[in-house]
DNA sequence: CGCATGCTTGACTGAACTCAAAGTCCGTGG
DNA sequence: CCACGGACTTTGAGTTCAGTCAAGCATGCG
């Protein structure tokens, strides 16, 4: 097995994994609005008047939000922070699954089997909308627009997940690299940041575990991009000089 | 690029593309617990009695089910045959995404942008049933029951898309296709056939491309495990010998 | 300040890709 | 019905790319 893929952080978080809940002060409520608007919502929905507020979960970097075999209780949207979905394997290696950010769905691999199939970790400090599993599967009718939002959202991470599977396919390792980049760097301007320099919130070796390639293979891409001039790599501060460059690279 | 990884057929699918579809005297319909059957819900529902029928399709070897980039009209399940659903990348690079068989559902990432996003082909002679997006997202309570099963189906599509995605992480080739066949194995046994014994209804191409490995190595690999005993493979036809073998081989 | 974690780079090795050739199966048309 | 051709498969030989092992530096936290 690849000792490599072990989980970087899995030592000092478990301490953390026993952290207290917020005290009830500290709780705090969003809206069926923003909830809209963080997932950019652009279908349409029956209803015009929405009075459901959805509850807050706050994470500390490298608390775990959902364990892997944790009884489904809803899903989450990202309201910021970045995190980190991953399924380990029976021999320690893991997989790196996607890297949700805000405006991201969270949970949506629990509702099949009743129970999260894989580990979320926050990778900087975060804060979670729920939406419990209670209001998902509602019999009353005002929360019909509820299950059609989460039906939406789900498919929309089905299509992003297909994206980022195509991502490790049929390429050499410095090809997914410059992929991931280009990738992150979309991600960053729908979420409303520059799309030309961002900090990565994961190591190179999750970058490697989300790729299928090793650390050493990450950091020599990296070096290698830089080089060509083409981005420039300060530890995880990455600026992208030639987004032309990079889509040329792809190929 | 990799030339290997060009569709296969995609030459004489083309005149097939064109086919009429059937006589209206070939038409034939199915009931909601024929779908439920087939998709093995287990979960729970509201209503008892349904009286919603759904129309089916018939394809031929060879025909395509689905375009990339056609527009959404909904889901479907299939009756018996098996499928192959892919995605082109501009290069000509063919990603197979899944082998959709007996009981799967075809269709679900079609959703969020109102038109699917892989190209779905039929590997046999196939019959798929059609829930169509006017059921799916009706305002009708008679239909809320077909709107959960789809959501529950959806979700379990996503964790067997979630184990698809691992099988191709961190492993030698032959670990992958060791992993691959007993996957293949499983299914078999979810459809109700035998577990050691069953054909393969894609290329080694195919695999290839799921697994992302050259269709040598996929050849090689069969070979492989036939002479350890494991397996034994005549063309498409595979036996599997030692399950428990097979199952050591994946570590 | 010290240590653990993360990152970079180098040298070597091995697994998978590429190219090539030959055999097998199957559908189609004569 | 049989012959042909194309697609599919197998196997071999050489090459390349990424993994492995190792060493050293940077960073950040306690």
Redesign the pocket.
């Known amino acids: 097995m ?3 893929s072990i989980s ?2 899995a ?2 978080q478990l301490p953390i994994r026993q952290l207290p809940d917020l005290p009830e002060s500290d709780v705090h409520w969003s809206d069926f609005q923003e909830v809209l608007e963080l997932l950019q919502f652009d279908g349409h929905l029956g209803q015009t008047h929405h009075t459901r507020v959805f509850q807050r979960r706050r994470l500390k970097a490298g608390q775990i939000a959902l364990n892997m075999g944790q009884p489904f209780d809803g899903l989450y949207v990202v309201r910021f922070g970045a995190l980190k979905t991953s399924m380990t394997h029976v021999d320690g290696a893991e997989h790196a699954l996607a890297f949700p950010m805000k405006g991201d769905l969270i949970g949506f691999d629990g509702i099949c089997k009743n129970r999260y199939l894989s580990e979320v970790v926050a990778l900087t400090d975060c804060d979670l909308i729920k939406i419990p599993s209670e209001v998902l599967f509602s019999p009353s009718r005002a929360d019909d627009d509820v299950e059609r939002l989460a039906f939406w959202a789900i498919s929309r991470e089905i299509v992003q997940e297909q994206t980022t599977y195509a991502l490790t396919h049929s390429a ?3 090809v997914r690299v410059a992929r991931f980049l280009r990738i992150q760097s979309e991600r960053f301007v729908a979420m409303g940041y520059s799309p030309n320099q961002f900090k990565l919130p994961m ?3 999750d970058i490697g575990n989300h790729l ?9 891409a ?2 290698a991009l830089d080089k060509l001039g083409i981005i420039s ?1 300060e ?2 501060e990455i600026k992208i000089l030639s987004l032309d460059g990079l889509r040329n690279f792809e190929r």
């Open positions: 690849n000792v490599q970087s952080s030592r000092w050499k390792a410095d190591t190179r070796r299928n390639v090793t650390l050493e293979t990450i950091s020599r990296f070096s790599v530890r995880r």
